[in-house]
């Protein structure tokens, strides 16, 4: 689940297979039942687009979700909107080297204005407002030797970043992520 600027919670599924139909829905925060469902295949040209089941929203409530690109080390940044009528994402970057071999999630720290992309034991970050042109100095990556899992970070509005592991399930407060 991911909230986005106005406070709503979105719920992404995807079918894990390039060009089946991704799900969306819009969650009561009364009831966390379904208010808003909408069905959609992600297409860049001519290729269709796997969505991970990652999403996250930037200050300005814009959405974003990674991709890993098939055969190669790769990975692919989207960027779009989502509301109760539509869904609309463009590719905005792609990176060379993905941080990992498994796509876990996308974070975003407003305090940073960063993007954190998880995956496995690693973590790597790249400032919202240079993509489209990074260059290799703006994107940070760390690779722990921690031989867990890291499944997710969320930021609060001071910038703390809390971390989601599994193999041992925990919770772990960040003191510094930029």
Do not use: C
Not at 31 to 38: E, V
Not at 73 to 90: D, E, H, L, P, V
Not at 145 to 172: C, I, M, Q
Request: positive net charge.
């Amino acid at each position: 689940m991911h909230q986005n600027q106005t406070n709503q919670l979105w719920f992404v599924q995807t079918p894990g297979t390039s060009g089946g139909y991704a799900t969306v829905q819009r969650l009561s925060k009364i009831s966390l039942k379904p208010d808003t469902t909408l069905k959609f295949r992600l297409r860049s040209g001519r290729n269709n687009v796997t969505m991970g089941e990652n999403l996250t929203f930037d200050a300005k409530g814009k959405a974003y979700f990674s991709s890993l690109v098939a055969g190669s080390k790769a990975m692919r940044i989207y960027q779009g909107s989502i509301n109760t009528k539509q869904t609309k994402f463009k590719l905005v970057q792609q990176l060379k080297y993905r941080p990992g071999t498994i796509n876990q999630s996308v974070g975003y720290s407003s305090k940073s204005n960063r993007l954190f992309l998880i995956s496995d034991d690693a973590i790597t970050s790249v400032p919202v407002s240079k993509l489209g042109h990074l260059k290799a100095k703006d994107v940070h990556a760390t690779t722990f030797a921690s031989g867990r899992e890291f499944e997710a970070v969320v930021f609060n509005n001071a910038g703390t970043g809390y971390l989601l592991t599994n193999k041992g399930p925990e919770l772990l407060q960040t003191n510094s992520l930029n």
